[in-house]
T-cell receptor, first 114, second 109 residues
């Protein structure tokens, strides 16, 4: 079975440009999470969805960040405009409805903003 | 709100034991542990749902003290493959999972 699929794996962009990260969760999973990982802050929860509905976006750092989940098999995280401090690895994770606490992570998107 | 882990980093020789601690200022409803190898995604190790519960996974086990709002991960007779960053996580609301600050573990031959 395919796991959580993220794209792109690596993105290098210039300050001010728009960045879109994509995620395909595991089929049948009802919860989807976006995390940001940096050395200083570890894994930070940005936003999570349940049944395609955003439940809590309090972790989104600024209005420059937005996330959508138009259907059960696709989510995007957008940064517009991007800044150098946004450089990090962004992980998408999904979890089954049973809410066991077992999150399945994608391989991450490493973003570098110059 | 983020759980705090200690130590931040630890270096071991093969065969040595280690303990990683996770504590929270808020009530812990459950604790889960993940391991992340360098350049890879975090991978689930185990979840503890009840206070006082202990679980094992190969030579890696964990305990959960609900009253003290703490959990510990025990690695015995460490192997090279145990190297990585270990995260504790907890559910703070329905479907909301946050992670600790991480502990970097390096096992040397």
């Amino acid at each position: 079975d395919a796991g959580v699929i993220q794209s792109p794996r690596h993105e290098v962009t210039e300050m001010g440009q728009e960045v879109t990260l994509r995620c395909k969760p595991i089929s049948g999973h009802n919860s989807l999470f976006w995390y940001r990982q940096t050395m200083m802050r570890g894994l930070e929860l940005l936003i999570y969805f349940n049944n395609n509905v955003p439940i809590d976006d309090s972790g989104m750092p600024e209005d420059r960040f937005s996330a959508k989940m138009p259907n059960a098999s696709f989510s995007t995280l957008k940064i517009q405009p991007s800044e150098p401090r946004d450089s990090a690895v962004y992980f998408c994770a999904s979890m089954a409805q049973s809410n066991t606490g077992e999150l399945f992570f994608g391989e991450g998107s490493r973003l570098t903003v110059l | 709100q983020q759980p705090v882990q200690s130590p931040q980093a630890v270096i071991l020789r093969e065969g040595e034991d280690a303990v990683i601690n996770c504590s929270s200022s808020k009530a812990l409803y459950s604790v889960h542990w993940y391991r992340q190898k360098h350049g890879e995604a975090p991978v689930f190790l185990m979840i503890l749902l009840k206070g006082g519960e202990q679980k094992g996974h190969e030579k890696i086990s964990a305990s959960f003290n609900e009253k003290k709002q703490q959990s510990s991960l025990y690695l015995t007779a460490s192997q090279l493959s145990y190297s990585g960053t270990y995260f504790c996580g907890t559910r703070v609301e329905t479907y909301k999972y946050i992670f600790g600050t991480g502990t970097r573990l390096k096992v040397l031959a």
